[in-house]
Every structure is written in structure tokens, then in C-alpha cells.
């Protein structure tokens, strides 16, 4: 297949908005977008935007996957908690970068499409579970790292007691009905740092697992 030069251009437009980890860049460019995609956007794949997958979610924007990853600081080290699989596509960039990703999603179908396109990818360091991840995976805790891919209510507290001290989450926080912002929790000693990162539009983080007919 000949590569997408919608992708090459996408990826500099990255780094020119601030995605500058040189790892996360090279895990964009090696993760195919398209494979993630339903099959009626494939050709919108390389494009900046959110697009829908099924159960009424989305794939995020790959600027917002790239920006989330990069303010991580991920190592090769790191035991990562994802919450909201989706698609599996930012599932996906994390697993190149860390030694195992651990991903909760609330649908059944979507999880078990990510695993498919995981198993395609030949990804082995990713753990899945269908279940409700604001509750997190407290029998793999503590976390290195935490990336929540669903828009809280506000920070989510359990999630943060599951963090290593000195850990990060990076977590979308709707802290007004319309109105959500990306927010930094670094774990300390005593308790956690916040910092403001950018405004986002995410689906909601919804409690329990979903019911699917
Ligand atoms: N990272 C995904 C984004 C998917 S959208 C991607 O790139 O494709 C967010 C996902 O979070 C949805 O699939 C939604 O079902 C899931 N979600 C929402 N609340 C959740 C919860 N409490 N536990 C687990 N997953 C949840």
C-alpha cells in the first residue's frame, strides 16, 4: 500500500502544535489510523478530527491523542492505566511507548473490536477489561501513568488513589454542562498538583457497564 501523504502532513502539523516527543510522533506514524476507523471514514482517516465509531463514541482527534500522550511523559518502564478503549487507537500509540497498557471500556463490542485490530497489530503488552473504569483496576494498582479518554464531572478521585506518588494523569474534566478542559494530576506525597492544559470535547465518563442488546 502506498502510504497516505495526508499523513506525513499530519504529523508535522502535530509537532507544529506542540506535540514534540520525537516517540510520540514515530508512534503516530507507525500506528494506522484507517484500521481504527469505521470503514465509511477511512478516507477521512488522516484528517485532524474526531470521528464516530459504533455505540454512539468516537475516535479522538489525533491532535488531542498526540497532545494527551506527549504531556504523559511516558517511558518504556511504565504500567499504564487507559480508561475509555473506544476504537483502541490511542490504546494502541500507548503500547508502543510503555511496558503494558491496562484499558477498561463500558462497551463489549467496542472492546472486543479493539482486541481484533490489537491482535492484527501483533500489540502483546495490552490487557484489556469490560467494566466500569472509574472504579480503575485496583488488583494491577498502583499506576505509573493514567490516561482517561471520557469527560469527568470532576477529578476522579479514585482514579488518582490508584497513581504512584509521583505518577500523571492526564484526564478531560467537564467542570460546566459544555464546558470541558484537559487537565495534568501529578500524585504527590499528600495529595495531588493540577495543571490546565486546554479546552477538549469528549464523550461523557458514564458509571457501570453498558447495556448492549
Ligand atoms: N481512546 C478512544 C476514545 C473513545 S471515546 C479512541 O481513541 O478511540 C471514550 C470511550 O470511553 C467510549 O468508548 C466510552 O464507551 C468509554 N467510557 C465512558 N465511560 C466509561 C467508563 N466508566 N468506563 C470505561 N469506559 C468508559
Not at 465509511?40 to 463514541?57: H, R
Not at 504531556?71 to 504500567?79: C, F, I
Request: glycine share 8%; with cysteine; proline share 6%.
Amino acid at each position: 500500500m502506498t502510504p497516505d501523504p495526508r499523513k506525513a502532513q499530519l504529523i508535522i502539523a502535530l509537532r507544529q502544535q506542540g506535540v514534540r516527543d520525537t516517540r510520540v510522533l514515530e508512534a503516530l506514524e507507525q500506528v494506522p489510523r484507517e484500521l481504527f476507523v469505521e470503514p465509511a471514514f477511512v478516507d477521512q482517516s488522516y484528517a485532524d478530527q474526531a470521528l464516530p465509531i459504533s455505540c454512539g463514541q468516537t475516535i479522538s482527534q489525533p491532535f488531542v491523542v498526540g497532545l494527551m500522550t506527549d504531556r504523559l511523559k511516558l517511558n518504556e518502564r511504565h504500567k499504564v492505566l487507559e480508561i475509555g478503549t473506544g476504537s483502541g487507537y490511542q490504546t494502541a500509540i500507548l503500547s508502543l511507548l510503555c511496558r503494558r497498557v491496562y484499558t477498561i471500556e463500558r462497551y463489549r463490542t467496542l472492546s472486543r473490536q479493539a482486541g481484533e485490530r490489537f491482535k492484527q497489530l501483533k500489540l502483546e503488552n495490552i490487557t484489556q477489561l469490560v467494566g466500569d473504569g472509574t472504579r480503575g483496576w485496583p488488583q494491577q494498582a498502583p499506576f505509573d501513568r493514567i490516561m482517561v479518554t471520557a469527560a469527568a464531572k470532576s477529578v476522579p478521585e479514585t482514579l488518582v488513589s490508584q497513581l504512584a506518588v509521583g505518577g500523571i494523569m492526564i484526564v478531560p474534566i467537564e467542570e460546566r454542562p459544555g464546558h470541558q478542559d484537559l487537565f495534568r494530576i501529578t500524585r504527590t506525597e499528600t495529595g495531588y498538583d493540577s495543571e490546565h492544559l486546554l479546552p477538549v470535547r469528549f464523550v461523557p465518563l458514564v458509571e457501570g457497564i453498558a447495556k448492549e442488546k
